[in-house]
């Protein structure tokens, strides 16, 4: 299996692709060719040995040995109960991926990245240290800086909008452990963050310079696909199980409700399609920066909108950088529509590309709806939902609404409502929430009676190791700084 830019037709192996995270034209790796699943043989597989057989089809350059290595090491018990549950409801079923270290479904492929990273650096006999540049609108850094800590031949650098993100979230980072960590707060959005760790992966005279003094850039964002082939894997645990439960049969159609930001997520069920999984509908679930939610039903990408600090912070996001790889995957002109975003802001794709994109559907949930969605899943069916599930809950109902369509659907659910205990809280009681977040998620257990997840019951006990906030203009500077 080889791996070409989505801008360029230069390939490489799995391995060069996972360590440089972006290809040198700027453009992200795609696999030239997308390998099939037998399902019928996967069905009576383990989550790890599906997920080792999933990515030996795309990783051939790794040993059997050293995927399994790496998958039985990320798959363990750091995942509390079972790796991915999947809870049943009316019509429609959750599929948990956040039982992970830090509660977000960023865990799932960032507890194997490490592994694979070092392997692959190995395998190129790479002498300098790995410096893993992340921006984060606010999970991917702490699920980073856990997989990194401490590993040998890495270091992690993490800027977060320091405005916008939940309180959890902002401790789980300032907190982190590990003689190789640096966190920083940015005067900025996500879309700055990202912005800027981009043009430093490209300036050819900062990585000459940091070369010769030891080190090379690399990226745990879902840029890098070592992000995206994990993802993969519960999509088609998650139909597996439904045939298992007998719910449906095997070869039956199921839909994907994914509540998306840089549409890495509901990218890697698109490519379960195209491997043969059987999904009939992808259902994109913006919140009010709804720029990819219009895009798919117009064909119009439109970065002229402001950008929306909403109660899913972690979709707050317009530039949404792994649709290039969609985009590439439907034989659109990737270098011309991203010179127009460049240059105009804007871009429209082609017929051909509009009618390719028929299996989506895409919608998006105000702030007001997420929270009384939670309300009235908590209240109606006993389940609490995070705010970006409820988004994803709310995009479902209009989808509902508009087809008819009742086939079961699958809705990935990305975060644990103790993330995000503020407006879960907000939105099932009347009370006013006067405490800090900590003391909010005791409030929150004694009301649901959901155990408080491990990783964050004495969170507020740790201490600030990273309270430094910069403007986004330093960003390359601290870079600099920081491997001096
Ligand atoms: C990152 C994240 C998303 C968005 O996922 P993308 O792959 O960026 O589309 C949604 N929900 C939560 C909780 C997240 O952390």
Same mark, same amino acid.
């Given at each position: ?12 192996? $799995? ?36 997920? $080792? ?57 960032? $507890?194997?990245?490490?592994? #694979?990273?070092?392997?692959? /650096? ?43 993100? $939940? ?7 300032? /907190? ?58 519960? &999509? ?86 792994? #649709? ?22 804007? &871009? ?47 995009? &479902? ?20 409502? &103790? ?7 907000? /939105? ?57």
């Amino acid at each position: 299996m080889l791996y070409k830019s989505t801008r360029g037709n230069e390939t490489v192996l $799995s391995s060069k692709a996972i360590v440089d995270g972006i290809a040198p034209d700027g453009g992200l790796y795609v696999p030239v060719s997308v390998p099939s699943l037998d399902l019928s043989e996967l069905l009576s597989k383990s989550y790890q040995e599906l997920a $080792s057989n999933v990515l030996s089809l795309y990783l051939t350059d790794f040993s059997e040995q050293e995927i399994k290595c790496s998958v039985y090491k990320a798959y363990d018990e750091k995942f509390v109960d079972e790796i991915v549950p999947i809870k049943y409801l009316e019509g429609r079923s959750i599929l948990e991926l956040y039982h992970g270290k830090t509660l977000a479904f960023k865990d799932m492929a960032l $507890s194997i990245l490490p592994y #694979l990273m070092k392997k692959a /650096s190995k395998r190129l006999g790479i002498k300098e240290e790995i410096v893993i540049l992340t921006a984060t609108s606010g999970d991917t850094g702490k699920a980073a800086l856990e997989g990194f800590a401490d590993v040998e031949g890495t270091k992690i650098v993490v800027f977060y909008p320091s405005e916008g993100i $939940s309180d959890i979230q902002k401790h789980q980072m300032v /907190s982190q452990k590990g003689n190789n960590t640096f966190v920083f707060g940015i005067k900025g959005n996500f879309d700055d963050a990202q912005s800027a760790v981009k043009s430093i992966f490209l300036d050819d005279e900062l990585k000459k310079q940091l070369k010769s003094d030891g080190f090379v850039f690399s990226s745990a964002n879902s840029i890098n696909i070592g992000r995206l082939v994990p993802q993969i894997v519960y &999509y088609i645990h998650g139909y597996l199980e439904h045939v298992r439960k007998g719910l449906i049969e095997l070869g039956d159609e199921m839909n994907v409700v994914v509540p998306t930001g840089n549409f890495g997520n509901i990218l890697a069920a698109r490519y379960a399609k195209e491997m043969g999984l059987p999904i009939k509908k992808f259902i994109c679930a913006s919140n009010e920066n709804a720029v990819l939610s219009d895009f798919i039903k117009t064909g119009i990408y439109d970065l002229d909108r402001p950008f929306k600090v909403t109660n899913s912070p972690s979709m707050d996001i317009l530039i949404s950088s792994n #649709l290039e790889r969609y985009l590439s995957l439907i034989g659109e002109d990737v270098n011309d529509l991203m010179m127009k975003l460049k240059t105009e802001k804007k &871009y429209e794709i082609s017929e051909n590309g509009k009618k390719a994109m028929s299996d989506f559907f895409g919608h998006f949930a105000t702030e007001r709806e997420t929270l009384s969605k939670i309300k009235s899943v908590y209240e109606n069916e006993g389940y609490l939902l995070d705010t970006h599930t409820a988004v994803a809950e709310v995009v &479902y109902d209009y989808y509902k609404k508009e087809s008819g369509d009742e086939t079961l659907s699958l809705i990935a659910s990305t975060a644990s409502p &103790y993330k995000f205990t503020r407006d879960v809280l907000k /939105s099932i009681s009347d009370d006013l929430l006067l405490d800090d977040d900590f003391e909010l998620i005791k409030i929150l257990s004694a009301k649901t009676g959901l155990e408080i997840p491990k990783s964050i019951e004495t969170l507020s006990e740790d201490e600030v190791r990273h309270p430094h906030v910069i403007s986004k203009v330093s960003i390359k500077n601290t870079v600099e700084t920081i491997l001096r």
